[in-house]
């Protein structure tokens, strides 16, 4: 007997198989309709439409099943466009007196969901890098890696170049009457060496316990001697409140690769975090049914908080308008370039399937918070290999940074023109260069570029107090270059795992265990199996029994 495995597309789009067994006569001499035909007769009554009388019941079968496979994502889109909604009317209704209690009641759900994002963003990341990086051999791993923060460097400069060349061409600074800028409390000693020295400190961290409270950045202060000379004084602080992301991925990094290594000695431990990241996901997907809600808030609390729209767009309009052509000429041109390119196929439908962790990162305004949601469209609706997205989306979500590079080589250049200051081409460099360096030292929380934007100022001399005019309309800007930052480490996870696609076919996962390729892939195709429904047929491959 001839053993003819066939491929049937689903209604809901979920490839799953079937096998039919027929005479070796009948497979040669027409016994392939005869296959096609019991492949058809699993649920006679899911036709395609073209052969059934009821097809207006099954497209509204088609599109219910569609709406609930993606009930997720259609509720939180509805958020967004309902909190939306809701925050314009909140503005335009209540006294400005009455709002501030309002905004903080309005933003209360949204802020228990980014505290329960933030609260497994530790373990995910960690369990994520290792078992990723241990599941392929040292030599895989250092192309992965190189592969990816080639990529990461590639796209950041070039959005700072894009950002560059739209305002030197727009020049939204130019006409731009004098606005006043209020005082902001920054810490306005920066400079470009101690930002890199920082950097590079907090990659190794002298205790990974103590990184996962906070990190090190060096404070520079103006101390007058007793002759009256005057010297700029370094010092080592330690800011807790946010967690030093880069150290824990590096600790993560050479653990993975420790782990692949010694596959037979660590493969108890590797199963162990295994179970730890299949239990975070699972918290995960608990979240992300309450994120709609939390979104709804979260949109409707910022927008209730604007005092006046209008005036903050007649005085930046310009300015807004030349960050979001930007980032629209990045996330629909430069970003689906690359896809096509290196992986040959429709970026756009990789775009659909990562809808639900865009809606998530204009609601909750920060790539950190939305990797989980990254991580579940990145491997389950886009099926990039898990060994790859475990490495590329915790590493990109920390220094991936094309949105907020592009911003903030528009945000210098807009403040040079709005002060009437010419730069040179060599200082327009700097800014490029300060900029991507910058988007790389930026946190993945919100507004995290305003605070680094001032080293690109004092890379040019630019005054710093004009970060303070940027604030009215960052908190609407944030949030497109968030999506921005996103998209771009989802198609870094494709264009990776096209590039390597040879090492990791030729491996198998070396730790066996809950995340081996044949769990992952065998064991689901089995268990979907007899679920397979009538839909196009196309033969697979032929086996004998």
Known sequence: MEAMTVEVESPDNCTVYQQFNVEEQSVKFGGVAEALDKANKVHPEDGDGR???????????????????????????????????????????????????????????GEILLRMLKCVILPLVVASVITGLGAINAKSCGKIGGVAV????????????LGLALVSIIRPGASQAEVEADAIDVNQNTNTLDTIMDLLRGAFPDNIVQ?????????????????????????LEFKSGSMNMIGIIVFAIVCGVIMSLYPRETGPL?????????????????????????????????????????????????YMVTVLVGIAIHFFVTLPSLYFFFVRKNPFKYYYNMLPAVATAFGTDSSSATMPVT????????????????????????????????YEAVACLFIAQVNGVSLNFGQVVVTGLTATLAAVGAAGIPSAGLVTMVMVLN?????????????????????????????????????????????????????????????????????????ARKGDVNIVMGSTI
């Open 51 to 109: 052969n059934s009388p009821m097809t207006k019941d099954n497209c509204a079968r088609r599109c219910l099943k569609a709406v609930r496979n993606n009930l997720l994502f259609t509720l939180t889109l509805l958020a967004v466009a309902g909190g939306l909604i809701l925050g314009v009317i909140v503005q335009q209704t209540l006294q400005p007196r009455a709002t501030d209690t309002v905004v903080v009641l309005l933003k209360f759900p």
């Open 150 to 161: 080639t990529y990461y460097m590639t796209t950041t400069i070039v959005a700072a170049i």
């Open 211 to 235: 990184a996962t409270f906070g990190k090190h950045a060096t404070l520079l202060e103006n101390v007058t001697r007793d002759d009256g000379t005057s010297y700029l004084s370094r010092t």
């Open 270 to 318: 590797m199963r162990v975090i295994e179970a730890i990241n299949e239990l975070t996901m699972k918290l995960v997907n608990l979240i992300l049914w309450f994120s709609p809600v939390g979104i709804f808030f979260l949109i409707a609390g910022q927008f209730a908080g604007v005092e006046n729209f209008g005036e903050m767009m007649a005085k930046l309009g310009m």
């Open 375 to 406: 991580l579940k469209c990145v491997e389950e609706r886009n099926n990039v290999d898990r060994r790859v997205s475990r490495f590329v989306i915790p590493v990109g979500a920390t220094i991936n940074m094309d949105g907020t590079a592009l």
């Open 459 to 531: 890379a040019v001399n630019l005054p710093t107090d004009m970060i303070s005019v940027l604030l009215t309309v960052d908190w609407f800007l944030d949030r497109f270059r968030t999506i921005t930052n996103v998209m771009g480490d989802a198609v870094g996870c494709a264009i990776v795992e096209a590039v390597c696609q040879d090492e990791l076919a030729s491996q198998a996962i070396p730790n066996g265990g809950p995340g081996s390729d044949v769990e992952q892939n065998l064991y689901p195709l089995i268990e979907n199996e007899p679920e």
